[in-house]
């Protein structure tokens, strides 16, 4: 009996660095602050973490940016999302954090 399926590697959960989420943190206090934003939460599925941006807490997220490693490289690359459509691709999240900054704001009157 081979115990070649039980020994089988589990993919390692991928997580943002501290300077990461940091980044992401800034971005989105920001938009918090101007009531755009209210909740956010992290996962980790399918070797992937994940920052999903919610309007109000039991809702879908509105923006997803996740980091994936690319395969066979030591590099990541970030993915912002709106539900299931690809905004913007990059290996460097900075640019990812200037994308997300550029995008359309709400404006109180």
């Known amino acids: 009996m081979s115990l070649h399926h039980l020994t089988r590697k589990k993919a390692k959960p991928l997580y943002f660095t501290r300077s990461e989420l940091s980044s992401i943190l800034s971005a989105y206090s920001v938009r918090v602050a101007s009531g755009e934003w209210r909740d ?3 996962d980790h599925i399918n070797a992937s973490a994940m920052f ?6 039991h809702e879908h997220p509105l923006l997803t940016i996740e980091k994936k490693l690319l395969k066979g490289q030591d590099k990541s690359q970030f993915i912002l999302q709106d539900k299931n ?3 913007f691709k990059t290996t460097r999240l900075p640019e990812l954090i200037s994308y997300l900054h550029r995008l359309p704001r709400l404006i109180k009157g």
């Open 52 to 57: 999903s941006i919610f309007k109000h807490a």
């Open 85 to 87: 459509k690809i905004l």
């Open 40 to 42: 956010y939460a992290l």
